[in-house]
C-alpha cells in the first residue's frame, strides 16, 4: 500500500512539470521502557507513517510532507513541494547516479513485537534490580530500546528501493556515591537485530558490571594534567574519528567552508598507518543499504593509509564538489530533507596486539568510551575536546590503576599524524538510544576501529 502511494505521488508530481521528483514513504516505530530504581518510569511507544516528496522544478528544490496518506492530502503534498520550488531563489544540481532497484532486509530471527509486554517489563526491572545490589550504588536507570525501520523510496530517474530493519539495545547508568563524591556511568549495547539479541546476554550480569565500574570509579583520582601518550580503545576512536573528523568530511561542509578539509583531497593529512571508510552495511553498526535520496549506500574510502581520497555526499554536494554520489543523503524521517550525515564511520585494523602498544608506550594513559559524555568539536578549525569514560594508567609497559573526569583535547589532523600503531582487533558499535544531531535531525549511526596508539593528546581532568 506505502508503495502504491509512493508511486502514484511520483506520477503526480511528474504531470506537474517536475523535472526530477524522488518520493519517501516510512513506516517507524520505537518503544522504550524506562526502569528507575525499581519504578517502572515509562513505557512509551511511538508510531509514525508517512510520505515525503521532493521535486526539482524551474532548477529550484522543493519539499513537503503529510502523515495523512489519502489521495487529496498526498495530491495537496506535491502541490505544497511544486510551490516551494517555483518561490525559491536557490538553484540546484544532482549529482548523477546508476538507476537503482532492490529489497534489502536486516537480519533478524524473533520479531520484538512478538515478545509481550509482560515479558519486557520484568526483563528491565530485574536489570534494574541487579544494578541496584552493589554496595555504594545510589541510582540505578535501566532502559530498553526496540526500534522498527520500514523506507521506500522511488524517484523519476530510476531509483525504486526499500529496506525494513530492526534495532535493539539495552541501557544502564549507575551513580555511586561515596565519602561526598559522586560518579556517574553509563554503558549501552545495541544490534541490528530481534528479539534474540536480548536473549542471548545476561543483562542482570551487565548492569552490575557498570554499577561495579561506577563504585570503583567514584574512588578513583584524576589523571595527571599534560600532554601525554595514550591508547585508545575502538568505543573512543569512534567518537573521536566521527565527531572530530567524520562531520569534517561531510560534503555540504566542505562546500561551504566550514570544514578543515577543503581544497586537501590527495594530502596525506594522516599517518601512513590510518585508513578510514564510511560503510552502510557492516557488523556492529547501523543498517544503511541505500540513502533517502534512493542511492546505494557502498563503502567510501575516506582517508587510505593517510591520503584523503574522497567526502560523503548526496546528490547536491557531489555537483558542488564535482564528485560521485557516495549515498550519504540521509533524512531523519519522512518530514525531513535529505541532508549529508555519516553512516558507520570507522579505521580500519592493522597489525598491532593491544599488548604489544602497552608495553610500547610504558607511561601513558588508556583512554575508554565507555562512560564518556561526549564533547565539542570546531570542524572549521579542527579542534576538539572529549571527555572519556573511567579510564586506565599505563606505568612500567603495564595497565595501572583507575583515573576518573578524564578529558583530552587536541588538533584532529595532528592527531591523526600522531598515530604511531594500529590494532588488529575492529569493534563498531551503534546505538538504540542517540544518534547524530545535525540541522535538527537526529540519524542512527555507527562507529568504531582498532585499539590505536596516539604520540600525544592533552589531557585534562573535572
Given amino acids: 500500500m506505502l508503495r502504491d502511494i509512493a508511486l502514484r505521488a511520483l506520477r503526480m508530481a511528474e504531470a506537474s512539470g517536475a523535472s526530477y521528483a524522488e518520493v519517501r514513504t516510512q513506516l517507524f516505530s520505537y518503544e522504550l521502557i524506562t526502569v528507575d530504581n525499581l519504578v517502572l518510569r515509562e513505557f512509551s511507544k511511538t508510531y509514525r507513517v508517512g510520505l515525503g516528496v521532493r521535486v526539482l522544478y524551474n532548477g529550484c528544490y522543493g519539499f513537503s510532507s503529510t502523515n495523512d496518506l489519502s489521495d487529496d492530502s498526498v495530491r495537496e503534498a506535491v502541490s505544497r513541494a511544486i510551490v516551494a520550488a517555483r518561490v525559491s531563489k536557490k538553484t540546484e544540481s544532482l549529482g548523477v547516479r546508476e538507476p537503482s532497484r532492490g529489497r534489502y532486509v536486516s537480519s533478524w530471527k524473533i520479531r520484538p513485537e512478538d515478545v509481550s509486554d509482560e515479558a519486557k517489563t520484568e526483563l528491565m526491572i530485574r536489570a534494574n534490580k541487579a544494578g541496584l545490589s552493589v554496595d555504594g550504588i545510589k541510582s540505578s536507570v535501566s532502559r530498553l530500546g526496540i526500534q522498527h525501520d520500514w523506507r521506500y523510496v522511488v524517484s523519476s530517474d530510476g531509483a525504486d528501493l526499500e529496506y525494513e530493519s530492526y534495532l535493539v539495545g539495552v541501557a544502564q547508568l549507575s551513580v555511586a556515591v561515596e565519602s561526598g563524591s559522586m560518579e556517574r556511568v553509563s554503558n549501552q549495547e545495541s544490534s541490528v537485530s530481534g528479539w534474540e539479541f536480548v536473549e542471548g546476554r545476561d543483562w542482570e550480569e551487565f548492569t552490575q558490571s557498570v554499577s561495579k565500574l561506577a563504585k570503583e570509579a567514584v574512588k578513583a583520582p584524576l589523571p595527571p594534567a599534560g600532554k601525554t601518550r595514550v591508547i585508545a580503545d575502538p568505543e573512543m576512536v569512534g567518537l573521536i574519528l566521527h565527531e572530530a573528523f567524520g562531520h569534517a568530511t561531510e560534503g555540504d561542509l566542505v562546500a561551504s567552508g566550514t570544514s578543515i578539509l577543503k581544497n586537501r583531497l590527495g594530502e596525506e593529512i594522516a599517518s601512513q598507518l590510518v585508513t578510514i571508510v564510511d560503510d552502510g552495511v557492516v557488523e556492529g553498526g547501523y543498517y544503511?543499504?541505500?540513502?533517502?535520496?534512493?542511492?546505494?549506500?557502498?563503502?567510501?574510502?575516506?582517508?587510505?593509509?593517510?591520503?584523503?581520497?574522497?567526502?560523503?555526499?548526496?546528490?547536491?554536494?557531489?555537483?558542488?564538489?564535482?564528485?560521485?554520489?557516495?549515498g550519504n543523503g540521509r533524512a531523519q524521517d519522512f518530514t525531513h530533507m535529505p541532508i549529508v550525515r555519516q553512516t558507520?564511520?570507522?579505521?580500519?585494523?592493522?597489525?598491532?596486539?593491544?599488548?604489544?602498544?602497552?608495553?610500547?608506550?610504558?607511561?601513558?594513559?588508556?583512554?575508554?568510551?565507555?562512560?564518556?559524555?561526549?564533547?565539542?568539536?570546531?570542524?572549521?578549525?579542527?579542534?576538539?575536546?572529549?571527555?572519556?569514560?573511567?579510564?586506565?594508567?599505563?606505568?612500567?609497559?603495564?595497565?595501572?590503576?583507575?583515573?576518573?573526569?578524564?578529558?583530552?583535547?587536541?588538533?584532529?589532523?595532528?592527531?591523526?599524524?600522531?598515530?604511531?600503531?594500529?590494532?588488529?582487533?575492529?569493534?563498531?558499535?551503534?546505538?538504540?538510544?542517540?544518534?547524530?544531531?545535525?540541522?535538527?535531525?537526529?540519524?542512527?549511526?555507527?562507529?568504531?576501529?582498532?585499539?590505536?596508539?596516539?604520540?600525544?593528546?592533552?589531557?585534562?581532568g573535572g
Avoid at 570507522?346 to 599488548?355: I, K, N, S
Fill in 344 to 460: 558507520n564511520f570507522y579505521m580500519m585494523p592493522g597489525d598491532w596486539g593491544l599488548e604489544e602498544m602497552i608495553k610500547e608506550v610504558r607511561e601513558g594513559l588508556y583512554l575508554v568510551g565507555k562512560g564518556s559524555s561526549g564533547g565539542q568539536v570546531d570542524t572549521g578549525a579542527g579542534t576538539f575536546t572529549f571527555s572519556a569514560g573511567p579510564s586506565r594508567l599505563i606505568r612500567n609497559g603495564e595497565l595501572g590503576g583507575l583515573v576518573r573526569g578524564v578529558v583530552v583535547s587536541g588538533s584532529i589532523l595532528e592527531t591523526l599524524r600522531g598515530v604511531e600503531a594500529v590494532g588488529k582487533d575492529l569493534r563498531i558499535t551503534t546505538s538504540a538510544f542517540g544518534g547524530c544531531g545535525k540541522d535538527s535531525q537526529m540519524v542512527r549511526v555507527g562507529d568504531g576501529g582498532p585499539h590505536i596508539m596516539v604520540k600525544e593528546l592533552i589531557v585534562g
Fill in 288 to 326: 544503511v543499504p541505500f540513502d533517502d535520496e534512493g542511492s546505494l549506500k557502498k563503502k567510501t574510502i575516506v582517508v587510505e593509509r593517510g591520503v584523503l581520497k574522497s567526502f560523503l555526499t548526496n546528490r547536491e554536494s557531489a555537483a558542488r564538489l564535482n564528485l560521485p554520489v557516495s
